[in-house]
């Protein structure tokens, strides 16, 4: 008999969206932030990509996919993250102006996951 297993409550495509909306739209990152964290990332490696996202743009205003890569890659972290072939497809976002709504599937998650102390 096969056991069940329970995955922690989490949304993939949001966290890869809410990234992807923060590399399009920067001007959204000063709100992202103000509602996210990168506790609140299920998922390691976008963690990591949301915090080299907000150095990089506190460092210089700015974050592009090239930028991105670059601080990555000085980090020493790019390979472990995906390399640039995951940075193109999180640009993949089906509307980078929806970031709030990514932005808050994640953070619902999170909530779920807290509440359930996982």
Same mark, same amino acid.
């Given at each position: 008999?096969?056991?069940?297993?329970?995955?922690?409550? +989490?949304?993939?495509?949001?966290?890869?969206?809410?990234?992807?909306?923060?590399?399009?739209?920067?001007?959204?990152?000063?709100?992202?932030?103000?509602?996210? !964290?990168?506790?609140?990332?299920?998922? *390691?490696? +976008?963690? /990591?990509?949301?915090?080299?996202?907000? *150095?990089? +743009?506190?460092?210089?205003? /700015?974050?592009? *996919?090239? !930028?991105?890569?670059?601080?990555?890659?000085?980090?020493?972290?790019?390979?472990?993250?995906?390399?640039?072939?995951?940075?193109?497809?999180?640009?993949?976002?089906?509307?980078?102006?929806?970031?709030?709504?990514?932005?808050?599937?994640?953070?619902?998650?999170?909530?779920?996951? !807290?509440?359930?102390?996982?």
């Amino acid at each position: 008999m096969e056991q069940s297993r329970h995955v922690a409550p +989490h949304d993939a495509p949001a966290e890869m969206c809410v990234l992807g909306a923060m590399i399009l739209e920067n001007n959204a990152i000063p709100k992202i932030v103000e509602l996210i !964290t990168a506790k609140d990332f299920f998922i *390691a490696r +976008h963690a /990591r990509i949301f915090e080299t996202i907000i *150095a990089v +743009h506190g460092a210089t205003g /700015r974050c592009d *996919a090239v !930028t991105l890569r670059g601080a990555l890659s000085e980090r020493g972290i790019l390979e472990d993250v995906g390399g640039y072939d995951y940075l193109a497809e999180l640009l993949q976002v089906p509307n980078a102006a929806a970031w709030a709504e990514y932005a808050g599937a994640v953070l619902r998650c999170a909530r779920k996951r !807290t509440a359930l102390k996982l």
